[in-house]
């Protein structure tokens, strides 16, 4: 193993894996807040030089938190297909890149190296790709998953309509849902984050849509992004529950933050296969974003691309129906402009898809960021043309309740308009039957929210 | 400009009723205007056009011909979403479009605004500032948003009382106006509810550039049972005024955030805010007696 370089007659010294990484990533503002970011250009492009020769061996034998020290690092490891690891243990990072984006290479072939893949792999090989690296690489992967229906559909762009009001008032978010459903979005979930995180407004919260569900017959999930041990609770005492949803960190520190561990997902995860609506088998939904566990001071030095690739790693042992990053809500601490949210967009749908996951992206920004709507409208049209398995949905992108930005109902009819992408086929059907959609096309009723009138 | 619109939506509408296709109805509804003659463009009338912030996006239905329009205004007032506003194509509505990057841009300027220096003295409250020596560098440095220099912890020594039952801490966070439109009303209704509870506060705070973890200094400086910070959160669309609290037991450095109890969303369409402090006192109370926030505070 080999953590030194020279280029253009300078020399560079790393003193760990973990260093090399770091400063193998694009610019951030939260690796530079972390003190971890290359010194200049050229440091940077040298770390990746020297990154591009390490072996998938050598990533797996430096995991940047060690397995003694993080139950996230075991839970990984644990999980690593050992034939398959066996198979690709002597390839260099530059061999992954270049397989991964090879001519002969399809989508069975990058789905079975994948569970012989540690997140510091697919983080490496993140790396020392190029923005348009990233979208060829990740549209080259299907993966698909089953809670109701089915996500992940070649050919299909969803979206989960988040009708979030900023009292959880019942007759406000039916508003927003009704609205959603008549520009044929909800297809991936019906998902509220609720400002009341009590039991009883959960319950309220999940009834609601589900009675909704029920009477329009929609093919789709419901999902209240509550904390997971209120959705337990919830679960627990009989609440129409489809998906569990979590916020998760690429460590066990940064997971702590967020009130869980491995035992309270595990614990989750039972009750919703036992107790939970849905068809399933996938009834987990996880949301991620590079910096989380750099705000929880829980990032052990490591930079933020390897933690969120640890993310999906964590994600993958719960066999998840959704995975979101939320790219740009943040703040500029962690990704300071347009051009930052752009890459990281790029790199944790890339990340999530090689990982074996159903990747949607929460392509957003927050009023305090340098970025606006025409920048995530941008970053959309990159990650339609990646292959994303689904958006968000928001009337006109304007989240009145957590106060930031994101893709419209119109932005998700428009998207599959420019790439001809179709809804989920079941969710298709239905839009059909109600008039909302024809051959993939709005008709002139959609847009109308009164059509759910009975 | 309703009236030019609902015209167009109208034509819309008839072509796309005559089976054509619906990207052909789309893009052959606009109405061709008369060229604008080099004479005409000379006049200029002193007229200004109306605000386009004016208009109460709630009260204003752009679908031309909805199926249940009562249904539609009812769902309208009942959220301040961006809901019935109808669409050209995939697209929204010119007018529809503006006033969202209007929204947008008042947010925008609320971010960088700064809370008036005066403002601390009028409410008896003891003015700190954090380790950040200008907006940009709170923006990109929380760390530093989060610590007290020497010079500015004396004055909490000098000026606060130690060991109180609850700290009140005021803090800008991302909007300076969250602090000027709540803390008038707030401030006043949480205090009074907590004497008339016998519970003792200290003398209120106000920190300029802090972030939440600026509590945790205070609580280990100060030793209260509990802090309450109230920050400005980072504005939305037309809700630059959100105000969130963060309550700690026991706050303390190195403090995981699940152990801090949140109340967000203090604004006008939210929690209004005289509400939202006799919310929080009684909130307060029931934290006192059960010696715990967050993930332990069920």
């Known amino acids: 193993m080999k953590l030194k370089t020279r280029l253009m007659g300078q020399s560079f010294s790393f003193k760990s894996v973990k260093e090399v990484l770091a400063k193998a990533n694009e610019i951030k503002s939260g690796d530079i807040l972390a003190g971890i970011a290359a010194e200049n250009a050229a440091e940077r492009i040298a770390a990746k030089y020297v990154l591009s020769q390490l072996t998938l061996e050598d990533l797996r034998n430096n995991p940047v938190v060690p397995l003694e020290a993080d139950e996230v690092s075991r839970i990984i490891d644990n999980d690593v297909n050992e034939p398959v690891y066996r198979s690709i243990k002597n390839w260099s990072v530059a061999e992954l890149r270049q397989y991964i984006l090879g001519a002969n290479t399809v989508h069975d072939d990058l789905h079975r190296i994948s569970r012989g893949l540690t997140p510091e792999m697919v983080a490496a090989a993140a790396k020392l790709m190029s923005n348009l690296d990233l979208v060829v690489g990740a549209r080259k992967i299907r993966n698909i998953a089953h809670c109701n229906t089915t996500v992940g559909v070649p050919g299909c762009l969803a979206a989960r309509l988040q009708p979030n009001h900023p009292t959880d008032g019942v007759d406000g978010i039916l508003a927003s849902v009704r609205e959603g459903l008549a520009y044929g979005v909800g297809d991936a979930v019906i998902g509220l984050n609720p400002v009341d995180d009590t039991l009883p407004a959960v319950i309220r919260s999940l009834e609601t849509l589900y009675q909704f569900v029920q009477e329009w017959e929609i093919p789709t999930q419901i999902c209240v992004l509550a904390h997971i041990t209120t959705q337990l609770r919830a679960v627990q005492k009989g609440a129409p529950v489809d998906l569990l949803f979590q916020s998760i960190a690429g460590t066990e520190a940064g997971n702590k933050a967020f009130g869980i561990d491995s035992q309270i997902l595990d614990e989750a995860y039972a009750a919703g296969l036992k107790e939970g609506r849905a068809t399933g088998p996938n009834i987990m939904y996880f949301e991620t974003g590079q910096g989380s566990e750099l705000s929880a001071e829980a990032h052990h030095n490591a930079d933020q691309v390897t933690l969120e690739a640890r993310c999906y790693g964590l994600a993958r042992h719960y066999k998840p129906f959704l995975v979101n990053t939320v790219v740009g809500f943040i703040g500029p601490e962690y990704l300071y402009d347009t051009r930052q949210v752009t890459r990281a967009g790029l790199e944790d749908h890339f990340m999530g898809k090689l990982t074996g996951l159903p990747m949607g992206v929460d392509a957003c920004y927050t009023n305090h960021m340098k970025a606006d709507q025409n920048d995530i409208e941008n970053l959309a049209v990159l990650l339609t043309a990646a292959g994303c398995t689904y958006f968000m949905g928001i009337p006109m992108g304007d989240d009145v309740m957590l106060n930031y930005q994101t893709t419209s109902y119109h932005d998700i009819s428009a998207l599959r308009e420019v790439y001809d992408r179709r809804p989920l086929p079941e969710f298709e059907n239905w839009a059909e039957r109600m008039g909302i959609m024809r051959d993939g096309k709005l008709t002139p009723k959609a847009g109308d929210a009164t059509i759910f009138t009975k | ?298």
């Not at chain 2, 400086?221 to 980072?234: F, Q």
């Open chain 2, 1 to 298: 400009m309703g009236v030019d619109t609902n015209i167009r939506l109208i034509v819309e509408q008839v072509l796309a009723e005559m089976n054509q296709t619906a990207k052909g109805a789309v893009d052959g509804s606009v109405i061709p205007r008369q060229p604008v003659t080099s004479e005409e463009q000379a006049e200029f009338t002193d007229d200004y056009l109306d605000d386009l912030a004016g208009i109460d996006l709630q009260r204003y239905l752009q679908v031309p011909k909805p199926v249940n329009a009562e249904l539609y205004k009812d769902m309208k007032l009942a959220t301040p979403s961006r809901i019935g506003v109808w669409r050209t194509g995939v697209r929204p509505l010119t007018d529809t479009l503006l006033r969202f990057r209007a929204d947008h841009a008042m947010a925008q300027d609320s971010v960088l605004g700064e809370v008036p220096e005066k403002f601390a003295a009028q409410y008896n409250m003891v003015p700190v500032v954090t380790k950040c020596s200008s907006k940009d560098e709170y923006l990109t440095r929380p760390d530093l948003g989060r610590l007290l220099d020497a010079e500015n912890i004396e004055i909490l020594r000098k000026q606060c009382e130690k060991g109180v039952k609850v700290q009140v801490v005021v803090a800008d966070g991302l909007s300076s106006k969250a602090v000027e439109a709540n803390i008038p009303n707030l401030l006043p209704a949480m205090i009074q509810g907590l004497n008339s509870m016998g519970i003792a506060v200290g003398t209120t705070i106000f920190v300029k550039y802090a972030r939440v973890g600026i509590m945790d200094v205070i609580g280990e400086e100060l030793k209260p049972e509990v802090v309450i910070i109230l920050l400005g959160e980072r504005p939305g669309l037309g809700t630059g005024e959100s105000m969130s609290a963060y309550i700690g037991y026991n706050a303390r450095r190195g403090m995981l955030e699940s152990e801090r109890t949140v109340v967000s969303n203090i604004h006008k369409g939210g929690l209004p805010s005289a509400e939202a402090g006799a919310h929080l006192a009684d909130l307060l109370k029931r934290i006192l007696d059960a010696k715990a926030t967050g993930v332990n505070f069920k």
